[in-house]
Every structure is written in structure tokens, then in C-alpha cells.
């Protein structure tokens, strides 16, 4: 898979927030098997505890994805990522602004403004959307290679409320490398983003809160690997009625 | 001069963001924390923190890596 000019084998993208403590957050990276971790960026008082997490960070040796979480305008999230361009020195940026805290719902519009003016800034954007086609197609207008579509509500880990509209982003975007971000819950729901054609997963709570995240991630690993399998190995056609697998032809006539 | 740093005010004698950092901890023997850098909401690259003059009244944030997702 190419993000960008990025080659990478995994297609699990992880975050790395709400783990039970550092060394089970390292644990748990590596059992991902992940190269892309998420970050974000935050007030830190003199002689903070960040020294530690930055270099948990340099430690666990993965693609770094800064975030813009908490952000609610364009201006916020811009000025938030160039600050993370300037802390992690990469170009990343994965995109969120949020309209509405309860959903933690992208604000669409300011969404598409601020891809405007970090694309041409020359930020890589990795833009947390909604699974609406408009703002798909104005998001790769303003410069957007990669696009975010949520699964279900951050954190909710409630799967994928709407698999159809997912897998018309998969028909309308078909060269555009689409990851799930928020919403994964279970293997099972990242087995369904990869069967559906995703081609990647970005999770974070489903691993984080589990209550043996190093075994569950692990697991989310194994199953993006399956449903990639699996959508690349074209699976059967669903039928209405059952159809019998056994050869009835030969069978014996017995009373 | 007083300047608001995170929200909490201080007063710094300055006179750039640079000496602001070291005065309040934030850089110790020449060894910067990992952290970006904002003067009233515009951003301010590493590179610039020796140019730039705080004035009072001046709003700094200072942020640092943490856990995301």
C-alpha cells in the first residue's frame, strides 16, 4: 500500500492514546505489527512527563501521523499542524475538525478549507471525514491523496453503521487509497472495512480498552490481513435460498 | 513583562521566546524538550524562537507530544 510516497506493508494504523500504561502501549505496537502510529500535541508544563512519550515514540520505531483531535476551525487545526510539522518533522498530518462534540461529527466545510491550505503548504493530509462522495471529491480537489471516511463515531467502537456507503466511496474512489478511521470495535469490524475494498483500518480504542490490548492488537492485525485476503480473493455472491454444496447427483434412492 | 503561557500568566524578563522557554524550564542546559511553539495563535517554527520578541500582553503557547488517536 502507497500513502503518499510511502510504501507500506501493514495496513493496520494505530493510535496511541488510552492504554493502560507506556510499556503496553509499546507492547501492543508491536504486536499491531503496525508502521503508522497517531499522535497528537498538547499543553505541557516544564519538565513535563512528554520527554518520555517522545521517546516511547522514537523507540517504537513506526511512521509518526500527527493529529489535529480537538480542534473545531480551520485556523486551529492549521496552526495545530504546523506545529506538529515543526515537533515530529514529517509532513503528516491526519485532519480532524470537529463540528459537533457529542458525534465528534468533521465539520465538513471547515474541513475542506483547512485541506486547502495545508496541501499547498505541503502537508501530506490525511483528512477525517464523513462517508459523503461531495466532500470526498472537494477534499481531493484541495489536494487530499488519501481519504478518511469514519466508520461509526470516534471512539464508539460500535463498527460500521453504514457498509453501503462505504462501499460506494470503494466504487466512486477507486484509485484513492481509502482508510477506516473511527469506529472499529471488534476483528470482525475490521474484517468487514478490509472485505469491503478499505485498504487500510485506523483504530486506537478497540485496542487500547480491551481488556488484553497487546493480544488484541495482534488480533485487529490478523484480521486486516484476512479481510484484505478475502477482498482480494473475490469472495462468493450471497444467495436468498440454500443451494447444496454436496453433489445430489448419484445420490442413492433409499426408503 | 507579563506574558500568558498555557493560559497561566507570568512575568519574564525576555526579551525573545527563546529566553521565555529557558527562563520557565522548558529548555535546561541547551536541551530543548520536543515541543512546538505559538505567539498569539500564530504558529512559531524552532528556527525562529531566538528572532522573536515577546511584547506584554503576548499569549505563548507551548505544546508537546502526546498519546492521540
Redesign the interface.
Known sequence: MKLYDTDLTSRLLL?????PSPSV?LDAIKASATQVI???????????S??G??RL?QEANCHIL??T?GCHSA?EAI??A???R???ETDWIKLEVIGQSDMLAPDVFELVEAAKILAKDGFKVFPYTTDDLSVGERLLDAGCDVLMPWGAP??SGQGLRNPDRLRAMRAHFPNTPLIVDAGIGRPSDAIQAMELGMDAVLL??AVAKAGNPVEMARAMSMAVRAGRMGYLADPMERRDMAVPSTPVFGLAELS | MKITVNSIPHDVTGPTLHDLLVELGYITQGQPLALATALNDQFIAKSDRHEIALYSGDRVEILTPMQGG
Not at chain 1, 15 to 19: D, F, I
Request: aromatic content about 10%.
Open positions: 493510535g496511541t492514546a488510552q492504554y502501549l497517531t499522535v497528537s500535541l498538547r499543553r505541557e508544563m516544564p519538565q513535563g512528554a520527554g512519550f517522545y515514540l500527527p493529529n483531535a485556523s496552526t495545530t504546523k506545529m506538529a515543526d515537533l515530529f470516534i471512539g486506537n480504542t
